[in-house]
C-alpha cells in the first residue's frame, strides 16, 4: 500500500518538472494581444459545468480559483488532481479556412488536511500561452518626388510570429471558522517569457529596407488572491454555498527588452495584472442536482501594459452549470456516474484594431466516472466555443481529461 502511494508521489513529482519546463501549445492569431490567451485553470469537472467554481465546496474537487473551498477537504484523504487537454480549431475568415489541433498538459494541484477545519492546496498551471504564426498583405501611400504632390502605392506583406507564456506555482491555505464560514488566501509565483516577432517586408521592386521587430516580456513576480465561502444545510437535503474572491491589482515586475533591425531600443517597464471581483451561488439538492452561476469582473482596463492603460479592457465573466448523480449511495457503478452541462460568456480583455470584438462563448458536457475501489475519479469535459469577429473566426472543441487520485494516506492499516 504504502510502495504504491509513493509510486503515484513519484509519477506526480515527475510530471510536475515536466510542465514547469515544457512548452504548452496554442496556434492562435489572438494570442498576439495582450499577455496571451489567459487561462484560469479550471478543475475538469468543474469545466463541464461551464467552469462554475466560486460556490464549489465539494470534497472531490480542487478548486483552486477560490481558495475558501479548500478546508471542505476530508481529514484523512490526500487528494493530487492532473488534467490534460486536446483542442481542435477552425479558423475562418474572407479568404478561407485553417484547421489547428493542439494538446497540453492542464494543471496538476493536489490538497491534503492539516486539521479538520484547515485544509492546504498547492499545484503548477499554465497563466497564459501565446503561439501564432500568420501573415496579412497591405499597402502604403508614398511620395515619388521631394514636393509630395504625387504618390504611389507601396506594397509590402507583414510576418507576425510569437510564443511563449507564463506559469504560476502556487500555495493556498482555507480555514473554517463559526461552523458556517470559511476564508481562504493563495499566493502564486510566476514565471516564463512571452516572445513576439514582426517583420515588415517589401515588394522587391521597391526601395525601402524592410523592418525586422522583436520584443520580449520575462515575468517573475508573486500576486495574491482571498476567497470566502459562507456555506449552509437546510432541511438536511438543501445545500447552499455563496463565495467571492478577490484579488488586487498588481505591479507585475516583466523585464521587457526590444530589437529592430539589430538595435536594441529602450525598455519599456510598465505592466500590471488586474484587479479580480466575483461572486458565485451553488444549490443542492438532496446530494444529487447542483446548479451554480458565477459573476467575474476583471479591471484590465485599468491595469497597464507596455505603461499605457488603452490596450486592455475590462471583462465580466458570467457562468452557468449543473450537474446531477443519479444516485449517490447507490451499489450499482452507473448510479455513481456524474452528469454534468454548462455554458458560459466573456468579452475579449483586448482591443484588435478598429474591429469590436464580440463575447466569446462556451457551451460544455461532461461526465465523472468514479473508481470502484476508491474516492479516486476520472473525469471528461468537452466544450464548444466560439470567439472571433468577422474578420477572423475561430471555432473549436476542446476536450479535457483528469484524474483525482484520493486516498486514505493517514489512516494505519489494521493488523
Known sequence: MYNKKIFIAAVLLLSTVQLSVSQNNTNSPYTRFGYGDVNESTATELRGMGGVSLGNRSRNTISPLNPASYSSV????????????????????KDGSNKTFNANLEYLTMRFPIAKW??????????????????????????????????????????????????????????????????????????????????????????????????????????????????NTFAEKHDVVLGAIYEGKTKFNGEYSAIANDSTLNSVNGFELPQTLGIGLNYTYNKQLTVGVDVTNQG????????????????????????????????????????????????????????????????????????????SMLNASLEYGKMGSSLLKENYLKLTFSASINEFWFVKPKL
Do not use: C
Open 74 to 93: 476530508d481529514s484523512l484523504t490526500f487528494m493530487f488532481d492532473i488534467g490534460g487537454s486536446a483542442r481542435y480549431s477552425l479558423f475562418s475568415d
Open 118 to 231: 484547515l485544509g492546504v492546496s498547492a499545484g503548477l498551471t499554465p497563466y497564459s500561452l501565446v503561439g501564432y504564426n500568420f501573415n496579412q498583405t497591405d499597402s502604403l501611400a508614398m511620395p515619388v518626388n521631394q514636393s509630395y504632390e504625387d504618390t504611389k502605392n507601396v506594397y509590402y506583406y507583414t510576418l507576425f510570429n510569437g510564443s511563449g507564456g507564463f506559469s504560476q506555482v502556487y500555495g493556498g491555505l482555507s480555514a473554517n471558522i463559526l461552523n458556517h464560514i470559511a476564508l481562504g488566501a493563495n499566493a502564486y509565483y510566476m514565471f516564463g517569457e512571452v516572445n513576439n516577432y514582426r517583420n515588415l517586408i517589401f515588394n522587391s521592386s521597391s526601395t525601402y529596407q524592410s523592418v525586422t521587430y522583436a520584443n520580449k516580456i520575462k515575468a517573475s513576480d508573486f500576486r495574491f488572491r482571498y476567497g470566502i465561502q459562507l456555506y
Open 300 to 375: 484590465w482596463g485599468k491595469a497597464l501594459f507596455f505603461n499605457k492603460t488603452d490596450s486592455l479592457v475590462n471583462t465580466t465573466k458570467i457562468a452557468l452549470g449543473a450537474e446531477y448523480i443519479p444516485n449517490p449511495m447507490g451499489r450499482k457503478y452507473t448510479d455513481r456516474i456524474r452528469y454534468r452541462i454548462g455554458f458560459n460568456t466573456v468579452n475579449a480583455y483586448y482591443h484588435s484594431g478598429a474591429d469590436k470584438l464580440p463575447n466569446n462563448y462556451t457551451i460544455s458536457l461532461g461526465v465523472g466516472f468514479p473508481t470502484k475501489t476508491t474516492k
